[in-house]
C-alpha cells in the first residue's frame, strides 16, 4: 500500500533554532497536509496544500508541496517551547472529498528553553 | 472552527468485556467519520470510513465484527470493540468531514481521542 516517509523521527533542538522536516513517497499525492499532535489530543491541522510547487505560511510555519507531488517540507522558524510534539504529514491521493488521508511515522520536536 | 468530541476519553476493561466509544461533531454535520488506531510512538492508522446511513468501509486487516461502527446520524458515530482482549489497548481517534460541500479539500476535523486500556 501507499507509504510516507518522514524524517527525523525526532528533533531535540535549542529554543529559536529554525527546523526543517520532510516526507517522500513513492505515490503522487493530491493533496498534502500537515498535522500537529500534542499528547493524549487528536491532530490539529497547520497547513494543507493543493498544487505542486505550492508554498504556504501560517505564521512560523511554512510548507512546500513539491513538484513531482511526491514530496513535501515543513519549516518552523525561531522555536518556542510550544512548539513541542508530534508533527505529522498526510497526503490524499484524490482531489476532493473522496479521499482517505494516508499519514507518515511522525517528527517527535522536543525544545530546550 | 469545527469542534469533534469523544467520549470517554479514558476507559479500562476486563479482558472479554465490550466498549463503546462515541464520537460526535459538536457544530457541524458530518457526512464522513473516520476511525483511526494510534500505539504509542506511532502514526495513525485508519481502521474504516463510515458514511451516515449507510454500512462501514474497513480497511484491511481490520476486523469488522471485531470493530463494530455505527454512524446513524450526522452527528454520532459509534465504535465498539467486542469481546476486549489486551492487543486491543490503544488509542483511537476519530474524525469528522462534511463531505457536502465541493472543495478542493474537505477538512477531517479530529477528535480528542479515547485511551482504551484492557486489562
Known amino acids: 500500500g501507499q507509504q510516507l516517509n518522514q524524517s527525523p523521527q525526532s528533533m531535540f533542538i535549542q529554543e529559536g533554532e529554525d527546523v526543517s522536516m520532510n516526507c517522500t513517497s513513492s505515490s503522487i499525492f493530491n493533496t498534502w497536509l500537515w498535522y500537529k499532535q500534542d499528547p493524549g489530543e487528536g491532530p490539529v491541522l497547520l497547513i494543507a496544500?493543493?498544487?505542486?510547487?505550492e508554498l504556504t505560511s501560517n505564521g512560523r510555519l511554512t510548507a512546500q508541496f513539491g513538484i513531482t507531488r511526491k514530496d513535501s517540507f515543513l519549516n518552523i522558524s525561531a522555536s518556542i517551547p510550544s512548539d513541542v510534539g508530534i508533527y505529522f504529514c498526510?497526503?490524499?491521493?484524490?482531489?476532493?472529498?473522496?479521499?482517505?488521508?494516508?499519514f507518515g511515522q511522525g517528527t517527535t520536536l522536543q525544545v530546550k528553553p | 472552527g469545527a469542534v469533534v468530541s469523544q467520549h470517554p476519553s479514558r476507559v479500562i476493561c476486563k479482558s472479554g468485556t465490550s466498549v463503546k466509544i462515541e464520537c460526535r461533531s459538536l457544530d457541524f454535520q458530518a457526512t464522513t467519520m473516520f476511525w483511526y488506531r494510534q500505539f504509542p510512538k506511532k502514526s495513525l492508522m485508519l481502521m474504516a470510513t463510515s458514511n451516515e446511513g449507510s454500512k462501514a468501509t474497513y480497511e484491511q486487516g481490520v476486523e469488522k465484527d471485531k470493530f463494530l461502527i455505527n454512524h446513524a446520524s450526522l452527528t454520532l458515530s459509534t465504535l465498539t470493540v467486542t469481546s476486549a482482549h489486551p492487543e486491543d489497548s490503544s488509542f483511537y481517534i476519530c474524525s469528522a468531514r462534511d463531505d457536502r460541500r465541493q472543495k478542493n479539500y474537505n477538512e477531517q476535523f479530529f477528535g480528542p481521542g479515547t485511551r482504551l486500556t484492557v486489562l
Open positions: 498526510a497526503g490524499q491521493l484524490r482531489s476532493g472529498n473522496t479521499g482517505k488521508l494516508i
Open positions: 496544500l493543493y498544487k505542486a510547487g
